[in-house]
């Protein structure tokens, strides 16, 4: 009888052990907490220009209305901060204009479905480099620059001494044949009168 009883104790506990690891492992899920499980820019990128925005993705949705995200700059001062809306698992905040070159931190404090907040910050550095396309207006300025110094540079004396002589011998040039045409003709003119003046047998009045 006795050792009946003890047999069924033992077999008691033992379901009972299973029933208590059983229902540890089902509330081993239900108590843990969501989490980050990716950030856009990764944390502590070095970027030659900002990025266009900072998105944080945890392994839950969240919770629409109860997110924060804060852009800080090196010295703890919030450069922007906005209450984002979720995209499912996802949220962002989009870099602010006209920032200068230096050191970020990115902060977040979100609600996800399972009604805890989860609360975080990543840090980025912006360096501030300029692409290297920048360099072709430079390039066009010069040229133009350039030009316009050619074109408006005088001409030198003996530039302008030199143009000048060549203009007369190029007239002179040009007005031989006129000259000789016209010698040829007015001699021809003269034989003309004299030949009628000898055929007339008379002298021409003065």
Not at 30 to 45: I, M, R, V
Request: hydrophobic fraction near 45%; aromatic fraction near 2%; glycine fraction near 8%.
């Amino acid at each position: 009888m006795t050792s009946d009883l003890t047999r069924r104790l033992g077999q008691g506990l033992a379901a009972l052990a299973v029933i208590v690891a059983v229902g540890g492992l089902g509330a081993a899920p239900a108590s843990a907490h969501s989490q980050l499980t990716s950030t856009t820019p990764a944390d502590g990128s070095v970027l030659a220009v900002p990025p266009p925005e900072v998105r944080f993705t945890f392994d839950a949705p969240l919770l629409q209305d109860t997110d924060t995200i804060s852009i800080n700059d090196s010295e703890g001062n919030v450069v922007k901060s906005i209450h984002p809306t979720p995209e499912g698992d996802s949220v962002a905040i989009p870099w602010p204009e006209g920032t200068a070159p230096g050191e970020y931190q990115v902060a977040y404090r979100v609600v996800c479905g399972d009604g805890h907040p989860v609360i975080g910050a990543i840090n980025l550095t912006v360096n501030g480099s300029a692409p290297a396309a920048s360099a072709a207006p430079a390039s066009s300025t010069a040229a133009a620059a350039s030009t316009q110094t050619a074109a408006t540079t005088p001409a030198t004396p003996e530039a302008t001494t030199a143009a000048a002589s060549d203009a007369p011998a190029s007239s002179s040039t040009s007005m031989l044949p006129i000259i000789i045409g016209a010698a040829v003709l007015g001699a021809a003119v003269i034989a003309l009168i004299v030949a009628l003046v000898a055929r007339r047998g008379g002298t021409p009045a003065a």
